[in-house]
């Protein structure tokens, strides 16, 4: 008897961070909805990743797809795990993103064939990553922690923080998340239909510097696709993990972006298929 596919495929985009990757695996074993199977598609081929996974003990079945590291590849390695996903609710997250207990469970609850749903997340400051890197700020406890001090995690380099709150839509400030809205997908807190982002070809290899090309750019082909943007923002929440900042100038990026959208080029030609 063949076993049928989980509801979702939760692809966690990685590069060499094992640390920060054992923690937002941490962060699955507690989700209120365990159903969905594990892909790390990392942008590289580490031998640290491959040891770290080797004696990794997770609790549900999971892939691991790569590719050999050369430069900035995100969208490729992401394509990658997309053609190796059982299941037909793609949810997209970064290995530096701690997810909150109800964060998949929010994304499969919201799921539709139409919409691409999107998140935010909390950028914290380095004092409250540590506590959860070293495990001193268990994941049930942050939302509460984060209420509590929200004014001092600011203060201390915290960023987006009201991002990181979660608010139960069925609560007394259930109305909060309804009326906060999204403009723009973000690559690290998404989710869409396989047959979405086959409609699209998929993401866009062309982009081989960091933004844009990996969430932006999916944002406006999904809508000329016909899809419409549904906001997750305080519900399918997570908690980015403090790091230096590894950013680029997005010149570049933005003019490819906007030759694409001038030629209604919607449908990539360097996506899950190669187009001549």
């Known amino acids: 008897m063949v076993e049928s596919p989980p509801p979702a495929s939760l692809i966690i985009s990685v590069y060499k961070n094992t640390k920060f990757l ?10 209120t909805d365990k159903r969905f199977e594990v892909i790390i598609a990392e ?64 994304h499969l609850n919201r799921s539709h064939p139409k919409l691409t749903l999107a998140g935010k997340r909390i950028k914290l400051d380095p004092l409250t990553s540590q506590l959860i890197l070293d495990k001193h700020l268990p994941l049930p406890e942050i939302n509460r922690y984060l209420w509590k001090n929200f004014l001092n995690i600011k203060k201390k380099g915290g960023c987006f923080v009201e991002e990181g709150l979660f608010i139960d839509p069925m609560g007394i400030a259930g109305i ?44 406006w082909r999904f809508r000329n696709a016909g899809y419409r943007l549904s906001s997750l923002r305080n519900t ?9 900042e590894n950013w680029t100038d997005q010149e570049e990026n933005i ?17 899950l298929i190669k187009q001549k």
């Not at 054992?22 to 989700?31: G, H, I, T």
């Not at 309804?178 to 699209?200: D, V």
Request: charged share 25%.
């Open 22 to 31: 054992a923690s937002v695996l941490n962060s699955l074993s507690f989700q």
């Open 43 to 106: 942008d590289g081929d580490s031998p640290e990743m491959k040891d770290f996974l080797s004696n990794c003990r997770l609790a549900m079945d999971y892939q691991h797809v790569c590719q050999e590291d050369l430069g900035w590849r995100k969208n490729r390695i992401l394509n990658k795990a997309i053609l190796a996903a059982k299941s037909d609710w793609l949810v997209f997250i970064d290995g530096d993103c701690v997810l909150h207990p109800r964060f998949v469970e929010f």
């Open 176 to 219: 909060v998340p309804r009326l906060r809205r999204m403009h723009q997908l973000k690559g690290c807190n998404m989710s869409f239909h396989k047959e979405a982002i086959y409609a699209i070809n998929g993401f866009d290899e062309d982009f081989v510097r960091p933004a844009i090309g990996e969430d932006i750019d999916l944002t």
């Open 236 to 244: 399918a929440v997570q908690y980015h993990l403090h790091h230096p």
């Open 255 to 271: 003019k490819m972006m906007r030759d694409k959208q001038s030629r209604n080029e919607f449908i990539c030609k360097n996506g």
